[in-house]
């Protein structure tokens, strides 16, 4: 499978899916190039309980509410039908299981995707893979000789596995208050947090911050000071679950330990504590393994940005990653925004190329119309 397109998205999650319901409209030729073997993207691999915490109409992709009201709050496995669903409604082009492997220079200002099925060359190119690839996990000392069960929120399904079992959950954000609030009804639980987590009031959830990103986005565009109530997307928003645990007391945490032994960990003041299993919730980075040859990601694990686009390399574009590619973007919600912003860059960018270029560009055209077989 190869082929050219105008543009050729990388990752086929909720990002991806944004950015190509936008391109879709530009006229532009784009191809959608996914590693999963079926729609869903990072959802396909979440706990098996969790729930967006925004209602279904503030947990949609651009141009189509999710079924449900306000009070709706959707599971994965709904997530999962509406995005699979989203794809046919669009008729978006998306090639799976594509391994995107580089990116590269191919001349004439284009550039080439390599993967596993055969190169694509582009005159954009747009990086949507997300975080989930690329866990977090802190090196505590002998966290190697420990010899219980280490495993990843990433790779945590239900709590089952861990019933009657002694468990430290690391990590003070939203996947750790919820799979906290779950773990605890089987098993014996300790919640590690770098400081004490920050809890929003109860009525508080993704609506209400999505409006906050809004608001303090417009705050800086008009070069003022954001007048916006503290809380962000990284505090705990009380979900059912987490209301429920803090009404059963386990919703208390303690500062982390110093080291692990064979058989647990020891605490800063010496004394130590068995563990079978620890849960790391300790987050993700930015998957960009595909562009680390072109030199343009930092020591931060980040890349340089004009809103989404690379300033190094001006033909690569970043959606969905959080905070530095948009306010809320790693949120269903708040990916269109920038996806829209994005698409319509692009768009008016190669409608500059083509006037350059005597307008002998090609567009309008699906990206299946123009590719090759492998």
């Known amino acids: 499978m190869t082929g050219h397109a105008d543009v ?126 690329r866990t977090h996990i802190p090196d505590y000392p002998g966290r190697d000789v420990f010899g219980g069960v280490q495993i990843h929120s990433a790779a945590y399904e239900t709590p089952e596995p861990f019933a009657g079992r002694r468990v430290l959950i690391v990590g003070g954000g939203n996947s750790g208050a919820q799979i906290l609030a779950e773990v605890s009804k089987t098993a014996a639980t300790t919640w590690v947090t770098e400081k004490p987590p920050v809890f929003l009031p109860d009525d508080v959830d993704g609506r209400v911050l999505f409006h906050r990103a809004t608001a303090r986005l417009k705050a800086l565009q008009e070069g003022r000071e954001p007048d916006i109530p503290a809380g962000g997307l990284g505090d705990i928003v009380m979900v059912p679950p987490v209301v429920e645990a803090r009404e059963r007391g386990v919703l208390r945490s303690v500062r982390p330990f110093a080291r692990f032994t064979e058989t647990g960990v020891v605490w800063r003041d010496g004394t130590e504590t068995g563990v079978d299993a620890v849960i790391w919730c300790t987050g993700f980075r930015p998957a960009l393994d595909h562009v680390t040859e072109l030199g343009i990601v930092g020591p931060d694990g980040t890349v340089e940005l004009d809103g989404t686009r690379s300033i190094r390399e001006p033909g690569l574009w970043f959606v969905g990653y959080g905070g530095w590619t948009g306010p809320a973007s790693a949120t269903l919600i708040g990916v269109g925004r920038s996806a829209r912003e994005t698409a319509r860059r692009i768009a008016e960018s190669l409608s500059g190329d083509d006037r350059r270029d005597g307008g002998a560009a090609p567009a309008g055209h699906a990206a299946s119309q123009r590719s090759g077989s492998a």
């Open 8 to 133: 050729v998205v990388i990752g086929g999650g909720q990002a991806g899916l944004a950015v190509g319901y936008h391109l879709r409209r530009t006229g532009l030729s784009f191809v959608i190039l996914d590693a999963g073997t079926s729609p869903g993207g990072a959802w396909r691999h979440t706990w098996q309980s969790l729930r967006p915490f925004s209602p279904a109409p503030w947990s949609s992709l651009p141009g189509w509410p999710m079924a449900g009201g306000e009070t709706t709050y959707p599971g994965r496995d709904e997530v999962l039908d509406y995005l699979a669903r989203y794809e046919t409604r669009y008729d978006l082009p998306v090639r799976r299981p594509v391994s995107v492997r580089s990116v590269e220079h191919a001349g004439n200002g284009h550039l080439r995707v390599v993967t596993d099925r055969g190169d694509w060359t582009a005159r954009m190119v747009v990086s949507a893979t997300g975080t989930w690839r």
